[in-house]
């Protein structure tokens, strides 16, 4: 993905990693995860083609990982699924193999608790179609309250039902709630010596990149480190703030990044930052 593009999947780049790929294994399949995770970016409508258009040409099975479609933040975004674009296409891309996966434990409705969701597979080969339905007809299925909780997702208030004002009113509280938690992340992270941070546009985190001194990145390799790794464990045991080290999701070699969500309640969010702004001065002062 192209970090000084917003994160949009680079398709030039993509055919590098297939082909390099290929010497050591046969892709199967591409894995699209919009609104993205840990990058907080949402996907624009022609980069949507543009991937569908990729899969086609490579044989390749798309899996839409859709579970953040209702958090989208960033103002003049949209989330645009690739059932929907797939089929806008028409022939032969609304023939492809796809499955769409939402779940309840994101978004507005659920809790984390509340493990459910759903897959929406078409246009699967019938030979494969048995099998799969073979291979969950013996599962265990899942808990009652998971089940409840996909039920809520699926179907929500309608207009002149009873419920229906409470629920966009809670609805839209959440979501403006989450614009102002990833604008005033976003803004935190851009003011910081040695930060930048794109847009946190959809989902719940914010993937900005670190520019580390020579001399912190020595320190990290010489005990067997990743360095943005070496600065997420320091941030751990210097201001009890956890954020996740970017080396974990395959970042450009050279590059340093941490995930940070943007969950916390205000108050807890706004001590979160302030305690990161402390300790990255320190860390800064340090290792320069």
Not at 31 to 59: C, D, M, Q, R, W
Not at 105 to 133: C, F, Q, T, W
């Amino acid at each position: 993905m192209d970090e000084d593009n917003d994160w949009a999947l680079n398709i030039a780049e993509m055919k590098k990693c297939l082909n390099e790929s290929r010497t050591y294994c046969e892709p199967r399949a591409l894995v699209v995860i919009n609104p993205g995770n840990p990058t907080g970016s949402v996907l624009t409508h022609e980069n949507i083609k543009e991937i569908i258009k990729f899969a086609y040409e490579e044989k390749l099975l798309l899996m839409a990982d859709e579970v953040y479609q209702d958090n989208v933040s960033a103002s003049g975004m949209q989330f645009h699924s690739l059932k929907k674009v797939m089929m806008e296409m028409g022939e032969p891309y609304k023939n492809m193999e796809l499955v769409s996966l939402m779940s309840a434990s994101k978004g507005h409705v659920g809790e984390s608790g509340l493990r459910g969701g759903y897959a929406e597979i078409i246009n699967l080969d019938p030979d494969v179609k048995k099998m799969l339905l073979n291979c969950i007809s013996s599962r265990v299925c899942a808990g009652v309250l998971g089940q409840v909780a996909v039920d809520c997702v699926v179907n929500t208030p309608q207009k002149g039902e009873p419920s229906y004002d409470l629920f966009i009113k809670e609805k839209t509280a959440v979501f403006e709630c989450l614009k102002e938690h990833a604008s005033l992340v976003e803004k935190t992270f851009n003011s910081m010596k040695g930060v930048k941070c794109n847009i946190v546009a959809g989902a719940m985190y914010a993937f900005p990149r670190l520019t580390l001194p020579e001399k912190a990145i020595e320190k990290a390799k010489s005990l067997g480190l990743d360095p943005d790794f070496f600065y997420a464990m320091q941030l751990l045991e210097s201001a009890g703030v956890c954020v996740v080290p970017g080396s974990g999701f395959g970042q450009i070699p050279g590059t340093y990044h941490f995930r940070a969500t943007i969950l916390p309640i205000r108050e807890e969010l706004k001590v979160m930052l302030q305690r990161l702004e402390e300790f990255h001065k320190k860390f800064l002062e340090e290792y320069e």
